[in-house]
């Protein structure tokens, strides 16, 4: 099957005030660590790793190996190093260091300062996302987490806006550890009447997540009570902080190679939740943006080519950009040759995988060409 190539969105994903909603089944997303450098390009790798590199975070063999393959990748670097396990003593000790330098640069990067959205960024991203029946990302950072807590802002009405105070993500349920929710699986799979019906699933967890004993527990925005009144007080930054320095790591999947991340994932109750919907449990097309199809992250490849249900696939990429896609492409053909094995062998009947790809850069998720006023869901 030919491989089709879209030179804008608006041909296969209008963004326009009149945008269609999903068709049947809906239309899931998929986001990659593009969707926060197109916010901020200080989450490039390059970035984070001059962070991590400038903080001391990094040993002088993984700075070595990093300039030997040349790459600033930290899950590259880590894909490497783990493959000397065993031949060398000390090669643990360079691994963890490794993940706790991307958390370094991370914390530096969006902990530190306070990320302070405009109007219109938050109306651009309501209007991008509420335009998919399921959200799905490989991104740690809190960008999502914070764009949900802006729900104050947003006009959730009807048909010309289904947004993000609509979306769930499945954390509701008190528990032993304070100022945090658990998980509860039921909430997704079943949604009370009058409750969100779209759920934003972190694959490989983030940083406002934690774990104790393979359960995971979202940290909340605290309250406190003055004369009769409550008051939000955003200490989520500094939680994070203070506990990343006692050394209780935020539920973060950052192994440099696939089948490690992959028994991760199945070692937590949410993240397993996350992975197995994404394989079996959506419908419809599936919409990429920033999502590099890496090798790192062939166990999401894996799941889409297992979820029959997903015939359809676009592909966000930077058409116009000098750089060539070559290597995309071929990432993408290996998921639908993955796609065409597993139909030779599968009881059930799978259909091939059709891609289509698009220009990423006219999808504006921060910055879209519509005014403020003329977004379709912003209370006038």
């Known amino acids: 099957m030919a491989v089709h190539v879209l030179d804008y969105l608006k041909e ?18 998929l986001l990659g660590n593009g969707f926060s450098i197109d916010r901020d390009s200080a989450f490039h790798y390059d970035s ?21 393959l040349g790459t600033t990748n930290f899950e590259t670097v880590l894909a490497a190093l783990e493959t000397q396990r065993g031949r060398d003593k000390d090669i643990d000790e360079d691994i963890q260091g490794v993940r706790l330098a991307l958390i370094t640069a991370l914390k530096k990067i969006h902990l530190e300062p306070h990320v302070a959205f405009s109007e219109h960024e ?13 959200v799905f990302t490989t991104n740690y950072d809190l960008l999502l987490y914070w764009i949900s807590n802006k729900k104050h802002k947003l006009l959730g009405t009807g048909e010309e806006g289904a947004l993000i105070q609509l979306f769930k993500d499945g954390f509701c349920l008190e528990g032993q550890v304070p100022d945090a929710l658990a998980f509860a699986r039921s909430v997704m799979l079943h949604p009370k009447e009058g409750t969100p019906q779209r759920g934003f699933h972190f694959l490989h967890g983030a940083l406002h997540l934690l774990q104790q004993d ?30 990343i320095e006692r050394g209780h790591l935020p ?5 440099g190679d696939s089948q490690r991340k992959l028994g991760r994932i199945r070692a937590n109750n949410y993240l397993r939740f996350c992975y197995d919907r994404l394989q079996k449990g959506v419908t419809g097309d599936l919409v990429t943006f920033g999502f590099s199809f890496s090798a790192q992250d062939d166990h999401i490849l894996e799941a889409i080519a ?15 950009e000098a750089q060539p896609k070559e290597d995309l492409v071929k990432r993408v053909e290996h998921l639908r040759a993955r796609r065409e094995a597993i139909a030779t062998t599968a009881l059930l009947p799978y259909e ?11 999808a504006c998720p921060w910055n879209s060409p519509l005014g403020k006023g003329d977004h379709p869901h912003w209370k006038k």
Not at 352 to 357: K, R, T
Request: charged letters at 25%.
């Open 306 to 320: 297992r979820n029959a249900a997903i015939r359809r696939i676009f592909v966000g990429a930077r058409l116009y």
């Open 352 to 362: 091939p995988l059709d891609v289509l790809y698009y220009d990423a850069s006219t």
């Open 251 to 255: 539920l973060f999947v950052s192994e």
């Open 12 to 29: 296969v994903l209008p963004t326009g005030p009149k945008a269609p909603w999903p068709t049947e089944g809906g239309r899931i997303l």
């Open 214 to 243: 393979g359960v995971a527990w979202k940290r909340r925005v605290r309250t406190a009570e003055l004369m009769g009144h409550k008051f939000k007080l955003d200490y989520l930054r500094r939680d994070i902080v203070a506990a």
């Open 48 to 68: 984070l790793w001059n962070v991590a590199s400038a903080a001391g975070a990094l040993s002088p063999r993984a700075k070595d190996l990093a300039a030997k």
């Open 122 to 134: 938050i109306a651009s991203c309501a209007f991008f996302l509420g335009q998919f029946k399921e």
